[in-house]
C-alpha cells in the first residue's frame, strides 16, 4: 500500500490474487496436457534443456530467498518478545537476532524441514493459518486503538504513487505458491482439476481477503511509515504487538519447511535424478539451510528482499512461465479465453519483471531496522505533527 498507493494498492492486490488463482490451475493444466506431474518436467518438456535450468534456478531461487526473509522476520520479532521478559535487558543473549535465528534453526526448522513427505507438514500449516488470524485480529485492534497516536504522512491517500511496480513484486512474493503446487496437488487424496480448482479458489480467496484486511489496517495505521516488517512499527512496550510479534515468530518458523522442501526437490531433481538417498537427503537440508541461514545473519532489511525476490523470482514464477508453457501446449483455437488471458498475463508479468527491477534498483526501500519509531516518544510526535503540511 505504502508503495502503490492505497486505492491503486487495493486494486492491484485482487488483480494479482486473480492471477494467481488463473495462473495456479494453468499449470496443472498443462500437466495434464503434456502428461507430467512437476513443473520442471513440464517446462522440459515444453521449452527442453535451457528452459528447464531457468525454471530450476528461479525455482530454487523464490524458495531460498523466502527463507532467508523468514530468518530476517524470527529475529526481528522473538528478539522483541524477549525484551519485554522482566530480567532480560538490553545486553542479554535472548534480544540478539543472530543467537535467536540459530537457536530457532537448530531446534525447530532444521528438524522440521528434514521430514521427507510434504503431507506431513499439514498440521504444522493450520497452526500456521491459526496463528495468521490471531495476528490479523491484533493488527485490526491496533488500527482502531492506536492509529491516532501516528500522525499521517503528506498525500497519505492518494490514489497512485511511482512505486507501483515495485508493489507488484512484494504482492507476487506473498502469492505465489507456484513452485510447490505440483507437490500439494499430488498430495490430495483424489488429485482431479476439479478437485485443485475447489482447493486453489478457497486457498487463494481466503489468502486474498487476509492480505486486503492486513494492508489495510496496517496502511491505515502507519501511512507513509509503514515498515517492510510491519511489527517494526509497533512500540517496544506495546505487550499485545509483542504477543503479535510471538505469534508472527511462531508462524514463519512453521512456513520456513515448507520452502526447504522446494529448494530441496529442485537439488534433487537437477542433480541427483529426483531419488535423494537418507543421507544425501539430510546432507542437502544441512547445507540449504545453513546457507540461509548465513546470509540472514549478514542481512536484515527485509523490503529490499521481498521486492528484488517478488521481480526476480515471484512473477515469473506466477505470470511468466505457467502461462508461457499453456500457450505452447494448448490445442484450442488462438481466440480461446485461456489463450488470450494467458498473453495478457504473459505481457504484464514481463513488463512487471522488467520496470521493478530497475525501480528497485534505483529506489529501493529504506530501511530503519531495529530503530524505535519516533512516534513512540511523545515529544517527538508532537513535532512531527507541528512541522507536517496541512
Known sequence: MKEAGFPLGVLLLFGVAYITD??????????????????????????????????????????????????????????KVFQRIPGVGPDNILTDRHFIILLTTIIFTLPISLYRDIAKLGKVSLISLILTIVILIIVMVRTVTFSPQVPKSENAWIFAKSNAVQAVGVMSFAFICNHN???????????????????????????????????????????????????????????????????????????????????????????FHGNLSTVFHIVVTVVIIAVATGVSLVYDCLGIVLELNGVLSATPLVFIIPTACYLRLSKERWNHSDNLISCLILAVGVLVMTVGFVLTILHPQECSHGKEMFYCFPSNVSFHNSTLPP
Not at 56 to 62: D, G, N, P
Not at 188 to 206: M, R
Not at 230 to 250: K, S
Request: hydrophobic share 45%.
Open 22 to 79: 488463473y495462473s495456479i490451475i494453468l499449470l496443472i493444466k498443462g500437466g495434464n496436457l503434456s502428461s507430467t506431474n512437476t513443473y520442471q518436467e513440464l517446462v522440459r518438456k515444453t521449452y527442453g534443456l535451457v528452459g528447464y535450468l531457468i525454471l530450476s534456478t528461479l525455482q530454487f531461487l523464490y524458495p531460498f530467498i523466502a527463507m532467508i526473509s523468514y530468518n530476517i522476520i524470527t529475529g526481528d520479532t522473538l528478539t
Open 181 to 271: 503446487s505440483f507437490l500439494i496437488y499430488g498430495s490430495l487424496e483424489e488429485p482431479t482439476l476439479k478437485n485443485w480448482s475447489q482447493v486453489t479458489h478457497v486457498s487463494v480467496s481466503l489468502a486474498v481477503v487476509i492480505s486486503v484486511v492486513f494492508a489495510a489496517c496496517g496502511y491505515m495505521t502507519f501511512t507513509g511509515y509503514t515498515e517492510g516488517d510491519i511489527f517494526e512499527n509497533y512500540c517496544r512496550d506495546d505487550n499485545l504487538a509483542t504477543f503479535g510479534r510471538f505469534c508472527y515468530g511462531v508462524t514463519v518458523i512453521l512456513t520456513f519447511p515448507l520452502e526447504c522442501f522446494v529448494t530441496r526437490e529442485v537439488i534433487a531433481n537437477v542433480f
